[in-house]
Structures are given as structure tokens and as C-alpha cells.
């Protein structure tokens, strides 16, 4: 069975410090990878993809970039937090064929002070 | 670009209740899915449904894309429904965008 971890479970981080934040996923070889990140009460939004290692897609700027250094990890970086990089981040992965949905990881929620 | 609104922002039923739950989007897609937002911010995938009616459980989901909807429909509601209910469309010609809409809370009352 597929599993899929993100990590860390939740972080405070300061204005201008750096971020990391990692998915894993596990039993399933070469699949498409998703970044998604939620303000709190608002609408969901896709930062990020990747169909392979070392490819990365942005769909929406948020001074945010995204790294796919194994087949299964994804990785979600900045090096200057912002205010508004608060909420809820989302991983997600699915099939390389895209005929079914995406599995979403437990999310890691971030506070920036 | 893609707009998904869903409807109605918010819902309070009674417990054994039905209820209806729409996805309007504003131009083509590929496909819609349906997830149930847990209160904690984790996502459960309910139907992946690129046309037509599926069915699992109580709840039927029903895509209609020459009239750009979908619906949930949600019969005999528990309270254990309670939470947020997303749609997600597809772009038509990159399947790895995802739009999601705006979500309906929905609150089962015993």
C-alpha cells in the first residue's frame, strides 16, 4: 500500500527565516507530485507539480520554490519567509497516468510571526 | 482563468437529513473530484468522476459538463459527515493543473 508523509507536522518560523518542508511517498514508483497550500479559511490553491525527478512546474507564485531530488520526495523551500506564507501545505500525489484522483498527505501547518 | 464556485458556502442539517451540494465551474475540464476536508486540514478523496453519476456508500456524485456542473448529493447525513466538501477540476489540456473550488461547510446536527 501507497503511503504518503509530510514533514514537519507543524512549525513557527520568523519573518525572514527559511523554510523546508518535505513529502515522501512510499510504495508507489514514479508518481506525479503535487504542492498545495490553504490560508486559513480560504480556498485551496496548487503551488507546484512534477511529473519526474529533478522537474518542477509553478503554477502560482508565492515566493515559494519546489525541488524533486528522489522519485519520491518532493520538497517545498524559501529562503525569506513572509507573513503570508501562513497556512496549511499540502502534498499530494497520483498515478502517472492522471485517470484517477490525487492522495493527499496529512499537511503540515505553518505560523510565521 | 478556471473559476469553481461552490455552493451553498454553508449548510446545517439534521442529523438524517439529505443533502445537495454543487460545483459550477466556468469553462471546460478534464475531469472533477470530489474531497471531504477533515477538521484537522487533511483531505479524503470521495469521487474521482469525469462524467456521469458514481455512487459509494451515501453519497452520489454527478458531473454534467455540457452544463458545467457537478453535484454531491449526501443521503441519511450522520454527524460524522460534518466538515468541508471540495470540488477539483481538471484543466482540459494539462490534467496535472488542479483548480479546487470554495467549499461548503457542512454542520450534521444530532
Known amino acids: 500500500a501507497q503511503t504518503i508523509h509530510q514533514w514537519p507536522v507543524a512549525e513557527i518560523k520568523a519573518v525572514g527565516s527559511p523554510l523546508s518542508l518535505g513529502c515522501t511517498i512510499k510504495g508507489k514508483s514514479s508518481p506525479n507530485l503535487y504542492w498545495y497550500w490553504q490560508a486559513t479559511g480560504g480556498t485551496l490553491q496548487q503551488l507546484f507539480y512534477?511529473?519526474?525527478?529533478?522537474?518542477v512546474e509553478s503554477v502560482v507564485q508565492l515566493n515559494l520554490s519546489a525541488s524533486r531530488p528522489k522519485d519520491d520526495q518532493f520538497i517545498l523551500s524559501t529562503e525569506k519567509l513572509l507573513l503570508s506564507h501562513s497556512g496549511f501545505y499540502l502534498c499530494a500525489w497520483r498515478p502517472r497516468d492522471n485517470q484517477d484522483t490525487q492522495y493527499f498527505g496529512p499537511g503540515t501547518r505553518l505560523l510565521v510571526l | 482563468g478556471q473559476q469553481v464556485q461552490q455552493s451553498p458556502a454553508s449548510l446545517v442539517l439534521q442529523e438524517g437529513e439529505n443533502a445537495e451540494l454543487q460545483c459550477n465551474f466556468s469553462?471546460?475540464?478534464?475531469?472533477m473530484q470530489w474531497f471531504y476536508q477533515r477538521p484537522g486540514g487533511s483531505l479524503v478523496s470521495l469521487f474521482y468522476n469525469p462524467s456521469g453519476t458514481k455512487h459509494s456508500g451515501r453519497l452520489t456524485s454527478t458531473t454534467v459538463i455540457k452544463e458545467r456542473r457537478s453535484s454531491l448529493h449526501i443521503s441519511s447525513s450522520q454527524t460524522t459527515d460534518s466538515g468541508t466538501y471540495l470540488c477539483?477540476?481538471?484543466?482540459?489540456?494539462?490534467?496535472?493543473?488542479?483548480?479546487f473550488g470554495t467549499g461548503t461547510r457542512l454542520q450534521v446536527l444530532p
Open positions: 477539483a477540476l481538471e484543466h482540459p489540456s494539462n490534467t496535472n493543473k488542479v483548480v
Open positions: 512534477s511529473i519526474t525527478v529533478g522537474q
Open positions: 469553462t471546460s475540464l478534464n475531469s
